[in-house]
């Protein structure tokens, strides 16, 4: 049974362009939450998906959105990329009513 | 505002010590869920334990403990017998249920453990 995968790995984008991410949840998990962890800080949520809406939201400005589909699985986009945004971002799913939340490997992104 | 407080940023324990980090948290909330994770060099969170603000017992999962102090509002892990393999980066998190059936995790600042052979 695969756990949480996501893609890419590593990421390297410029200041200014767009970036996507994606989250495959556990085989059975209907819940999917977005976090960024800054180098040396823990992670910080972004926002919560659940039957292909977005239910809870973090402290992140709008250039931050994604999408969950029909599958389950998930895209976490960020527009007019920032240095700031340079960061790991982690996908974390679970069931809604569990209190169990298994976190993928990340995905390193780099902006310069 | 929930908010989770780690004020260790660094522990050194001795392999096959017993070894505290220490979490106090602050909520008004009255149900909440209490987690720790470990995450290695390779970046992926790994769930050690979970206590829920009801829990009467404190739990316990293997060689981790979770020292749960309602009244003062800590949430202690105690890692026993410590192994090299437990070097890492330990996060303590809270859960926040919101009325909509969702629900965040907020994360402390973490402390960095090291353990010495």
């Known amino acids: 049974d695969a756990g949480v995968t996501q893609s890419p790995t590593h990421l390297i984008k410029t200041r200014g362009q767009q970036v996507t991410l994606r989250c495959s949840p556990k085989s059975g998990h209907d819940t999917v939450s977005w976090y960024q962890q800054a180098l040396g800080q823990g992670p910080q949520f972004i926002f919560q998906y659940y039957e292909e809406e977005e239910r809870q939201r973090g402290n992140f400005p709008d250039r931050f959105s994604g999408h969950q589909f029909p599958n389950y699985s998930s895209e976490l986009n960020v527009n007019a990329l920032l240095l700031g945004d340079s960061a790991l971002y982690l996908c974390?799913?679970?069931?809604?009513?569990?209190?169990?939340?298994?976190f993928g490997p990340g995905t390193r992104l780099t902006v310069t | 505002a929930q908010k989770i407080t780690q004020t260790q940023p660094g522990m050194f324990v001795q392999e096959k010590e017993a070894v505290t980090l220490d979490c106090t948290y602050d909520t008004s909330d009255p149900s909440y869920g209490l987690f720790w994770y470990k995450q290695p060099s390779s970046g992926e969170m790994i769930f050690l334990i979970y206590q829920g603000s009801y829990d009467q017992q404190n739990a316990t999962e293997g060689r981790y403990s979770l020292n749960f102090q309602k009244a003062r509002k800590s949430a202690n892990l105690v890692i026993s017998a410590s192994q090299l393999g437990d070097s890492a980066m330990y996060f303590c998190?809270?859960?926040?249920?919101?009325?909509?059936?969702?629900?965040?995790?907020?994360f402390g600042a973490g402390t960095r453990l090291f353990v010495k052979a």
């Open positions: 998190a809270m859960r926040d249920t919101q009325e909509t059936g969702g629900f965040k995790t907020i």
């Open positions: 974390a799913s679970s069931l809604l009513s569990s209190f169990e939340q298994y």
